[in-house]
């Protein structure tokens, strides 16, 4: 006779056992150390995307996978259990009406700083990069680009700017000759971002949780897009008012096409879709 399964169980027929505790565990985890808020919807995912840490690892169940994590603060095991649950769903001039106000905004200034608060695999700051260098009419533009990301694990993806063919196959002839270098013999069907690019663009690890950024500011263009919907209320405040006094004062702020930081924000205002300047009234410190 079968009986009912347990109710805390979240997967059945599984490599390592996943309860709804370990799922909570893990959501609390997360939030703490990466400000990333977990639905419930996302139980699968964290099992997929955790299992392979504990084969890497060899620990035999989540319970001491977590434990460990928690025992030990400063564990190397972090960075990895961020990189695993960090979602890098990125392409070359993804959502394209930005970059032309992007170009119409830097092209008449004698050196133009740019924040994209994440990089993810680089498609985003190389694709800022080609629009600087098309404003500006040169492959050497007086611009500088800080790329960021949590994740050290796409990051190095990004500064070795090598892609498949596949990723630039909506990109224009015209374009591709110009920034990409297309690979021959064992590296045929890839290509690479010509070094003119690459140099635009410091890649740094950074946590938009951290206290501090090291980050210098005055940044003519800040990019956050798609990355505020993971994040709560208060958390999205937070973020929003550390941008705030890093944005020269005709600064632009560029966000996803779900968010709305006008929720989040009275020190900005919108200028465009998706896109925001400063406004004259402090960051709403609460998130409501």
Request: charged content about 25%; aromatic content about 10%.
């Amino acid at each position: 006779m079968k009986t009912a399964e347990p109710q805390n169980k979240l997967s059945s027929a599984k490599e390592f056992d996943f309860t709804t505790r370990d799922f909570d565990r893990v959501r609390g985890l997360i939030y703490q150390r990466a400000g990333i808020a977990l639905a419930d919807s996302k139980q699968e995912m964290v099992y997929s995307r955790l299992a392979r840490r504990l084969r890497a690892t060899g620990i035999v169940s989540f319970v001491t996978y977590l434990d460990t994590l928690e025992k030990q603060q400063e564990s190397n095991e972090w960075e990895a259990f961020v990189n695993a649950l960090t979602t890098n769903l990125t392409s070359f001039f993804r959502e394209a009406h930005h970059f032309p106000i992007l170009a119409e905004h830097v092209k008449q200034r004698k050196e133009v700083s740019v924040w994209c608060s994440a990089a993810s695999t680089g498609e985003e700051p190389y694709s800022i990069a080609i629009t600087l260098c098309e404003a500006y009419g040169t492959l050497t533009p007086p611009a500088q680009i800080i790329a960021t990301d949590i994740d050290t694990n796409v990051l190095n993806i990004a500064a070795a700017g090598v892609y498949p063919m596949e990723r630039v196959e909506k990109m224009s002839p015209e374009r591709l000759k110009r920034y990409f270098l297309r690979g021959t013999g064992a590296q045929s069907g890839m290509v690479r971002l010509r070094p003119e690019l690459r140099k635009l663009i410091t890649f740094r690890q950074l946590n938009l949780l951290s206290d501090q950024w090291q980050l210098s500011g005055g940044f003519d263009v800040i990019f956050c897009r798609n990355v505020m919907i993971y994040f709560d209320k208060p958390t999205q405040g937070k973020i929003l008012s550390k941008f705030v006094p890093l944005m020269k004062p005709d600064g632009l702020l560029f966000a996803g096409h779900s968010e709305n930081f006008l929720y989040v924000s009275d020190a900005l205002k919108l200028r465009g879709k998706t896109v925001y300047e400063l406004g004259h009234s402090p960051v709403r410190r609460s998130g409501k």
